[in-house]
Structure formats: C-alpha cells, structure tokens
C-alpha cells in the first residue's frame, strides 16, 4: 500500500509560482511512475504530467503546461515535484498526484493506482 501526501498549494496571483510536492510512504518509490493530475470545479480530472520511474525521467506535459510546469522527482526521498511558473487563472484546481506500478506514467487517470488527497492551486487574476 502506497500513500501519497501532496503539499505546496495556496493563492497566487497570475505570473507567480508554485512548487507542489507529493511525497510516498509504503511501497518501492521507484517501482512507480508518478503522475499530477488536477480538477477544476465541475470539470473532469486531467493529466497535467507524468514521469518515468526511473532515472531516466522520460516526462510527459499537457499541451496547456508545456514550457510553464516541470516534473522531477528524487527517488532517494520518495518524493516527486512539480514546479509551476507563469501561473494563470486557468491553472486554479485541485491538484493530485498519483503512483502508477509501471515504467511509464499514463495519461489516463484509471492507470493509476495510489492517489493522493490532493491540494488547492488557486491563481487570482
């Protein structure tokens, strides 16, 4: 059993940052890929990254984050990252992360296995 415990959300205005954390308890850490999905207010759960289980980091980034959001991870803290720049208020959600027992992350919110409580992001305009 794998538990997962994110941190680092709060209110920030557009442009700002955020760096979310999750960190793993129970379980290999790095049997898992890890991924961060969020959820807006009536709205459906979707990715935003995913990382590689291994040292490799192979990263994946929806469209609306690319070149604003990194993922990283510290194998060795069980804990993995997402860092959050040029913040919009289309970013506000709750963000969650979550340990795939797999190689690869997936896009798809089912794949994964251990989730988190997640976190509150909200941006101001």
């Known amino acids: 059993q794998v538990r997962l415990v994110e941190s680092g959300g709060g209110l920030v205005q557009a442009g700002g940052s955020l760096r979310l954390s999750c960190a793993a308890s129970?379980?290999?850490?790095?049997?898992?890929?890890m991924g961060w999905f969020r959820q807006a207010p009536g709205k459906e759960r979707d990715i935003v990254s995913a990382?590689?289980?291994?040292?490799?980091?192979?990263?994946y980034y929806a469209d609306s984050v690319k070149g604003r959001f990194t993922i990283s991870r510290d194998n060795a803290k069980k804990t993995v990252y997402l860092e959050m720049n040029s913040l919009k208020p289309e970013d506000t959600a709750i963000y969650y992360c979550?340990?795939?027992?797999?190689?690869?992350?997936?896009?798809?919110?089912?794949?994964?296995?251990?989730w988190g409580q997640g976190t509150h992001v909200t941006v101001s305009s």
């Open positions: 990382i590689s289980r291994s040292g490799d980091s192979r990263t």
């Open positions: 979550a340990a795939r027992m797999s190689y690869s992350g997936s896009y798809y919110y089912t794949d994964y296995d251990y």
């Open positions: 129970g379980g290999t850490f790095s049997f898992y890929a």
